[in-house]
Nanobody
Framework: QVQLQESGGGPVQPGGSLRLSCAAS????????MGWFRQAPGKQREGVAA????????YYSDSVKGRFTISRDNAKNTVYLQMNSLKSEDTAMYYC????????????????????WGQGTQVTVPH
């Protein structure tokens, strides 16, 4: 299995930026989809961004498109989420997730697609 560990969360002022990292270890595999999800208190977990590790395809939710950028460094087995122009609505626990499948095999933000999850890192953007 793959173990995931997020880092980089914390408090940030509105309009600020934050970069989250997701380090993967364990049994790694080629051509998998890595995603970022988030969950705010009282809300369902929602997909934020995803990237295919053996390609160039990236995916974003409408709420973060144009502000967040997902990237990867396969040599470091790490996926990043650059978060810019942060809003209070972005406050949530952010989770990294890994799928054995291509990002395109199912709806990219279907949680059933992902078989490994990190513990989460908190991002707080106050009013």
């Amino acid at each position: 299995q793959v173990q995931l560990q997020e880092s980089g969360g914390g408090p940030v002022q509105p309009g600020g930026s934050l970069r989250l990292s997701c380090a993967a270890s364990g049994n790694l595999y080629m051509g998998y989809c890595m995603g970022w999800f988030r969950q705010a208190p009282g809300k369902q977990r929602e997909g934020v961004a995803a990237i295919f590790t053996n390609g160039e395809a990236t995916y974003y939710s409408d709420s973060v498109k144009g502000r967040f950028t997902i990237s990867r460094d396969n040599a470091k087995n790490t996926v990043y989420l650059q978060m810019n122009s942060l809003k209070s609505e972005d406050t949530a626990m952010y989770y990294c997730a890994a799928s054995r499948d291509y990002c395109s095999t199912e709806p990219v933000f279907s949680e059933s697609k992902y078989n490994a999850w990190g513990q989460g890192t908190q991002v707080t953007v106050p009013h």
